[in-house]
């Protein structure tokens, strides 16, 4: 069992930055890859990056490539996304989600076995 707890989140203008982090509880967070999704209001819950297990493979939404990073810290059992030139689209509640797949290529999100509650981004204009 993994709980995932997500911080980092606000208000922020377009431009701008902010950084997110995702605290994991459990010892078996190193073997799990991690993925970061979020939900705008009246719209689908969407994938936006993930990481394997070792932070050696890496994916991106394309509407997020070249603004947003996703790395570990597996001694801290966390996971971030470094957001940068954040656009008014990119506000949504953000989740981050943890995999039993230690490579982490899906972007689907039943292939996901964890969730946390989520972090509210707003990203003014």
């Known amino acids: 069992q993994v709980q995932l707890v997500e911080s980092g989140g606000g208000l922020v203008q377009a431009g701008g930055s902010l950084r997110l982090s995702c605290a994991a509880s459990?010892?078996?967070?190193?073997?799990?890859?991690m993925g970061w999704f979020r939900q705008a209001p009246e719209k689908e819950r969407e994938f936006v990056a993930a990481i394997s297990w070792n932070g050696g493979r890496l994916y991106y939404a394309d509407s997020v490539k070249g603004r947003f990073t996703i790395l570990r810290d597996n001694a801290k059992n966390t996971v971030y996304l470094q957001m940068n030139s954040l656009k008014p689209e990119d506000t949504a509640v953000y989740c981050c989600?943890?995999?039993?797949?230690?490579?982490?290529?899906?972007?689907?999100?039943?292939?996901?076995?964890?969730w946390g509650q989520g972090t509210q981004v707003t990203v003014s204009s």
């Open positions: 459990g010892r078996t967070f190193s073997s799990h890859a």
């Open positions: 989600a943890a995999t039993k797949d230690p490579y982490g290529s899906s972007s689907n999100l039943s292939a996901y076995d964890y």
